[in-house]
């Protein structure tokens, strides 16, 4: 054993235990998170925070039914707007888009949009709908999230076509289809799973965020009409309430932050089955 | 070495059924029945990178020409021009002339051209779908027939590709499922439910069995008097077996071509000799 082996199994250990290290700290911290919420959060998510609206200031009680519906509403909003949006510029960049500087212009604006802070999106959302229609509404948040939403459903989108192997492809034009029935029926099915899990993890993330939301949907303590009025979300609740003074609204912070991360996570876990149950099955 | 024997037989009793029109051809092979495709000086070029040069070749009606040569040589390539799926790469340019029943196939609608001259590939290409959508594909983005015809068709097609039998009970079950043979034998019976003239082949078997390889070559047999077959093959033994011609490729230009017997008996040219007989390739 000379003195360079030693050094060189010496080093081999520091850094197995080095990055061991940091893949331990990396999931713990997730699973740190959740026990907190859960320890903090779980004593206050009951019935009544699923049913009830918020009690005033000073009652104890209570619950966030209109922020639950409401954040369904800017999300469903995001998606409805988001979604189509970013699968046909994803389907246009994965299947035109192979060249030619408009395409490389479409993904770089893409690469752009991803990384523009998210309360600038909720700025100009306000400019763009909260000033023309005079107030506050879910449907301003909804556009808000969408501008967020359409980067991540296109480069999902694309990533997934762009796995479709070229002979399926081909298979399909050797029989006479267009190009655009080759996408329709055999490109876009092929890898609908996929597309399918970016468009739930897009909207996994999009759910989350409460910056956007501050000049556009606001926030609501009663139950209100999407379309005209602000509109209760769970990231704004938390928000409100965590900057409170009160324990009782400290607590209903916590539920708040457990029940939006467990949504975020069942998302997360169905996106991930529905993805490997389609690669076993496209393996046979 | 049963199979040449039959494949011979055939090919004999074929050529007593069409009867021959005026020789169109300096191939002698090529005179015993009309000709279905012809090339003409065809070139291929990927960007800069020239892949044929010069091609002409007849494919006589309800025939089986095989393309060989070693890798690269540019039989797959010029297969690929026949029906125009090589200009859906980037950077491709073809010249040159090729005709479907004297029509230019280069000015051609492209999707009716693919319609009427089908292609299998090298690795069983089967859509993500039942075993029957599979089938009816090309006949409903055709719209060769309506709704209630389509089961119909399906069997005739599955049957013509000896595949009926194995799925006649599981025609809704995933096309992936069936076994590489039986993929492939489903990529014919697509190709076939549209009736194409012509039935390009890709190197069909390499990724098979013996076992499903002489399924599919019994099945090129029995089909040939449907359409014109062009099969690009590594494998000369498939060749000899299967095809009426055969054509030599060697570094993108075709050295020879001729009845299938005299190119593996008595081929004209050294680098046909060379090859066959394994020499080099």
Known sequence: MTARNLYRKTLNNVMLTLTGVCAFVTVSTLFVVLAYLVYNGATSVNLDF??????????????????????????????????????????????????????????????????????????????????????FSALAGGFALSLMMIPITAKSTEQFLLEVPRTLREGSLALGASKWRTIASVVVPAARRGIMTGIILGIARISGEAAPLLFTSLNNEYWSNPFKEPT?????????????????????AWAAGLVLLG???IANIAARLILTRGNSAARG | MNAPAKAKSKQSSDAMNTPGEAPVSEAPATAQAPVKMRASGVNFHYGSFRALYDISLDFP??????????????????????NRINETLRGTRIDGEITLDGEDVLKMDVTSLRRRVGMVFQRPNPFPKSIFENVAYGVRVNGLASRSELPEIVEKSLRRAAL????????????????????????????????????????????????????????????????????????????????DN????????????????????????????????????
């Open chain 2, 164 to 243: 009926w039998d194995e799925v006649r009970d599981k025609l809704n079950e995933s096309a992936h499922a069936l076994s590489g043979g039986q993929q492939q034998r489903l990529c014919i019976a697509r190709g076939l439910a549209v009736n194409p003239e012509v039935l390009l082949l890709d190197e069909p078997c390499s990724a098979l069995d013996p076992i499903a390889t002489a399924k599919i070559e019994d099945l090129l047999v029995a089909i040939k008097d449907q359409c014109t077959i062009v099969i690009v093959t590594h494998n000369m033994q498939q060749a000899a077996r299967v095809a």
């Open chain 1, 50 to 135: 699923f049913t009830k609206l918020p009690k005033p200031t000073g009652e104890a009680g209570g619950g966030m039914a209109n922020a639950i519906v409401g954040s369904a509403e800017i999300v469903g909003f995001a998606a409805l707007v988001g979604v189509p949006i970013g699968f046909f510029t994803g389907v246009y960049l994965s299947e035109w888009g192979a060249d030619g500087t408009f395409a490389f212009v479409i993904r770089y604006m893409c690469d752009l949009l991803n990384g523009v802070p998210s309360i600038v999106v909720g700025i100009f959302a306000s400019i763009v709908i909260v000033k023309p229609m005079g107030s």
């Open chain 1, 232 to 252: 209760a979300s769970l990231p704004y609740m938390i928000y409100t309430r965590a900057l409170s003074p009160y324990d009782d609204w400290h607590r209903q």
């Open chain 2, 246 to 281: 055969t054509g030599f490729f060697l570094l993108g230009r075709l050295i020879e071509h001729d009845r299938t017997d005299v190119i593996f008996k008595n081929p004209a040219k050294r680098e046909t000799e060379d090859y066959i007989t394994g020499r080099f390739g």
């Open chain 2, 61 to 82: 009606a309800n025939k089986v020409t095989a393309l060989i040569g070693p890798s690269g040589c540019g039989k797959s390539t010029f297969l690929r021009s026949l």
């Open chain 1, 263 to 265: 949504l975020v996570l």
